[in-house]
């Protein structure tokens, strides 16, 4: 059974940081993984995306300068590290693993995989 589990989650004032983690299980992604969130009446919104070596990274225009985006094959894991958060930020955030091209890294429907999610609230 795969499996996708984020933790680090949780409530920050705004200019803190949180660091998410995501640790996959039941088979290893050899194609994009990445990171989403959905705030509250909105629709689930691509975050960042990492390719399989880590070596290429894309970030949704609002997060850039400001998150990271990491992953450790041999530990089928991956980071988001969230710098300088902002209210607009609140939302609950997936990791997702995907096996299509990166090409479709930014389409939910491009991620077959999903963990349950982790709440981020930011206060002003």
């Known amino acids: 059974q795969v499996q996708l589990v984020e933790s680090g989650g949780g409530w920050v004032q705004a200019g803190g940081s949180l660091r998410l983690s995501c640790a996959a299980s039941g088979r290893t992604f050899s194609r994009p993984m990445g990171w989403f969130r959905q705030a509250p009446g909105k629709e689930r919104e691509f975050v960042a995306a990492?390719?399989?070596?880590?070596?290429?990274?894309d970030y949704l225009d609002s997060v850039k300068g400001r998150f990271t985006i990491s992953r450790d094959n041999a530990k089928n894991s991956m980071v988001l590290q969230m710098n300088s958060l902002k209210p607009e930020d609140t939302a609950v955030y997936y990791c997702?693993?995907?096996?299509?091209?990166?090409?479709?890294?930014?389409?939910?429907?491009?991620?077959?995989?999903w963990g349950q999610g982790t709440q981020v609230t930011v206060s002003s």
């Open positions: 990492v390719s399989w070596s880590g070596g290429t990274t």
């Open positions: 997702a693993g995907s096996d299509r091209p990166w090409v479709a890294r930014r389409s939910t429907d491009s991620y077959d995989y």
